[in-house]
């Protein structure tokens, strides 16, 4: 895989009761990452999102993923995948299942992608996170710890990169965690930490979900 700059080679590691050790490349902020150019037999990646929340009340975080195409724009209405689209048009991408909670160690919600399904229109798969009635109940990311994303050969099971969020987010209620996407005829993992005050239906209406 080749490393582009903001990323360090760490060994495993363990961060409290959140993201398992995978000896994966670390990336910081803005790093990215090639996934298939050194490794042209990779085709089936799981994305792993793991958070721990804080004990202030119940937490319900949500994984969602939109299927970009070249304007950044959803593809269609049904290019979104969450808990309640959980499999793309194609297929290629499914969601395995909202956890309610966060609680316990390892990736609390998992996606599976198989690259060589992904639609030719689709540019980008963008990966967020979101707080379930955050406004409500009075909640934010600076209430979440050892939040990361991380993605493996699902294959083999082995960590291929990791982004761990440790950036003040109490003023966000969603984030902008990560991107996998196409460049040069290969696929990239992009980290991207971008936290907002936009609620899911805030975020469907950036990407044109309709």
Not at 116 to 141: C, D, G, M, Y
Request: proline content about 2%; overall charge negative; glycine content about 14%.
């Amino acid at each position: 895989m080749g490393i582009e700059s903001n990323t360090t080679s760490t060994p495993s590691i363990q961060l409290g009761g959140g993201a398992p050790a995978g000896g994966g490349i670390s990336l910081a902020k803005g790093g990215k990452i090639d996934l298939t150019k050194g490794n042209p037999g990779l085709d089936n990646i799981l994305v792993g999102l793991g958070w721990d929340v804080s004990s202030l009340g119940e937490f319900d975080l949500d994984t969602e993923v939109f299927l970009l195409d070249a304007s950044k724009k959803v593809v269609s209405s049904k290019h979104v995948v969450f808990y309640n689209q959980q499999i793309s048009p194609d297929g290629a991408v499914k969601h395995h299942g909202d956890n309610r909670t966060g609680v316990g160690q390892g990736d609390d919600e998992t996606i599976s992608i198989k690259l060589s399904k992904v639609s030719p229109e689709v540019e980008r798969i963008l990966f967020t996170a979101t707080i379930h009635e955050a406004n409500t109940r009075r909640q934010n990311f600076g209430q979440v710890m050892n939040a990361y994303i991380r993605v493996l050969d699902e294959a083999n099971g082995q960590e291929l990169v990791r982004f761990d969020l440790s950036e003040d987010y109490s003023t966000s209620i969603s984030l902008v965690v990560g991107e996998v996407y196409r460049h040069n005829g290969e696929w990239k993992f992009g980290a991207l930490g971008n936290g907002s005050t936009q609620d899911l239906s805030g975020l469907f209406a950036q990407y044109g979900v309709l």
